[in-house]
């Protein structure tokens, strides 16, 4: 059996194909994230990687109040709104009978730009908890440590978000 395509172009439509134990941790992944964005009181490394600063200076503490005040709810229900449409398309996702234990997600243009979104909240949150710089390398990682399997989910998501994006923009 040849391996089995990840991410495709089929018919103008995005297509992925996801085993059913990926589909099990996206899920795990996306419920962690969602509660990270709706718990409002927690400000770590993660939650200011994901909403970075608008002002730099620190002398610009009253405007990045005023700037939250104004925009945070509305980011945080963009994310929320397309990490629903993710969820859903994992709930939804169809069996692939010629690939035993796989499921299809079929993606239109915008469904497939939630997913870019989600996907790319997902890793960075992970890469951030992790620490992850760019001179991380997984190759050189020791399976033997407590959190190698953390970092190969980041190193997946970063392969399946570099798939996704290449097909959504028509260079896969």
């Excluded at 969602?34 to 002398?59: H, N």
């Excluded at 890793?123 to 190969?152: C, K, N, Q, S």
């Excluded at 980041?154 to 097909?167: F, I, K, P, Q």
Aim: glycine residues 6%; without cysteine.
């Amino acid at each position: 059996m040849s391996q089995r395509p990840t991410v495709a172009r089929r018919s103008g439509s995005v297509v992925l194909t996801l085993l059913d134990r990926e589909i099990q941790v996206l899920q795990w992944v996306l419920s962690d994230l969602g509660r990270m964005l709706t718990d409002g009181s927690s400000v770590d490394e993660v939650t200011q990687r994901l909403f970075p600063r608008a002002y730099l200076d620190p002398t610009e503490e009253q405007s990045e109040a005023e700037w939250l005040q104004v925009v945070h709810n509305d980011l945080v229900e963009s994310r929320l709104a397309a990490m629903t449409d993710v969820i859903r398309s994992l709930d939804g996702a169809a069996a692939v009978p010629e690939f035993p234990g796989a499921r299809e997600i079929v993606l239109g243009d915008d469904a497939a730009e939630s997913w870019l979104r989600v996907l790319n909240d997902a890793r960075l949150a992970v890469g951030t908890a992790l620490g992850v710089t760019a001179e991380w390398d997984f190759e050189t990682l020791d399976p033997a440590e407590p959190i190698y399997e953390m970092h190969a989910l980041y190193a997946w998501m970063t392969e399946l978000l570099g798939a996704l994006l290449a097909v959504s923009d028509g260079r896969g």
